[in-house]
């Protein structure tokens, strides 16, 4: 029987992969890539949350997945900005690696 | 919704997930990033989500991860060079990110609804139609601030990708 908790684990460890792979790689595409891992867990605890409550139409709550939906248009728009700083960064400095842009580090 | 459905696109999914982290090749984690979403729009669908599922493949498979391989084509990114491995840096980050996965399942296993099983849908599922009524009525003043923050995105990555700044 698959109940609430196991799609809540599931989308907690979807979510640890990607926080550990904020803390751990080095290269900044991985790194945003990860930030999506971690969006779309988000995005999967709340499709469970919006099954779980079925409302008194005999249909889930679609109040959570419009906001998923919202989600997914500003995780896009995101995506769109950040990779064309990461090839501005690219043209200023060669280079894709945290360690070497290092100017606002204490 | 069937178990081992359930059991085979999580493991999928993770199996995926933690191999997008692990690569050393950018190109094969984008490619390990597409089969984790597909797992997830799959999930999305046992949960009778399909418009979400379909928007997932749609817009994660279909234009977040061209982009993302555009961009590792353009800057012509290669496996990259083993550098000297900051240990203490992969010790903390792992326990961090090992702490914060303990607390959730701690909370997940005291959280009482979460032993529940899901209540079973008396209506047949109509997510388009419902999901658009929502967005034109309780949700319109924020569908038009994402219609403008997309605009913003597109005039600001035109800004941004111009070569010189006058």
């Known amino acids: ?62 109040n959570a997945q419009v906001f998923v939906f919202f989600i997914i248009t500003v995780a896009a728009a995101e995506v769109a900005v950040g990779l064309a700083i990461i090839v501005a960064l690219y043209r200023a400095r060669q280079t894709t690696h945290v360690e070497d842009i290092n100017t606002l580090k204490f | 919704m069937s178990p ?4 085979f696109f999580a493991f999928l999914m993770l199996v995926f997930g933690a191999a997008v982290v692990l690569n050393r090749n950018p190109i094969a984690s984008a490619l390990s990033l597409v089969i984790c979403f597909m797992g997830l729009s799959a999930l999305f669908m046992m949960l009778d989500a399909f418009f979400i ?46 702490a914060f996965f303990l607390q959730i399942y701690f909370v997940v296993r005291q959280l009482n609804a979460a032993q529940q099983p899901f209540p079973a849908l008396t209506a047949k599922t109509d997510d388009v139609h ?32 111009k070569r010189e700044l006058r």
Not at chain 1, 23 to 51: D, K, Q
Not at chain 2, 131 to 154: D, W, Y
């Open chain 2, 4 to 7: 081992f459905l359930f059991w």
């Open chain 2, 53 to 98: 599922g379909i928007i997932q493949v749609l817009v994660y498979a279909g234009a977040v991860m061209v982009l993302f391989l555009f961009i590792i084509m353009l800057l012509d990114l290669r496996v990259e060079k083993l550098r000297k491995i900051n240990y203490v840096a992969v010790i903390g980050g792992t326990a961090v990110a090992l």
């Open chain 2, 130 to 161: 419902n999901i658009g009524a929502l967005l034109f009525t309780n949700f319109n003043l924020p569908f038009q601030i994402i219609g403008v923050l997309v605009l913003v995105a597109t005039i600001g990555v035109i800004v941004l990708s």
């Open chain 1, 1 to 62: 029987m698959i109940t609430l908790g196991h799609y809540l684990i599931v989308s907690g460890m979807l979510f640890t992969i990607g926080f550990a792979g904020v803390l751990l790689r080095r290269n900044i595409i991985i790194i945003f890539m990860s930030l999506e891992l971690m969006l779309n867990a988000a995005n999967l605890s709340l499709v469970a949350f919006s099954r779980f409550r079925v409302t008194a139409t005999g249909l889930p709550s679609y």
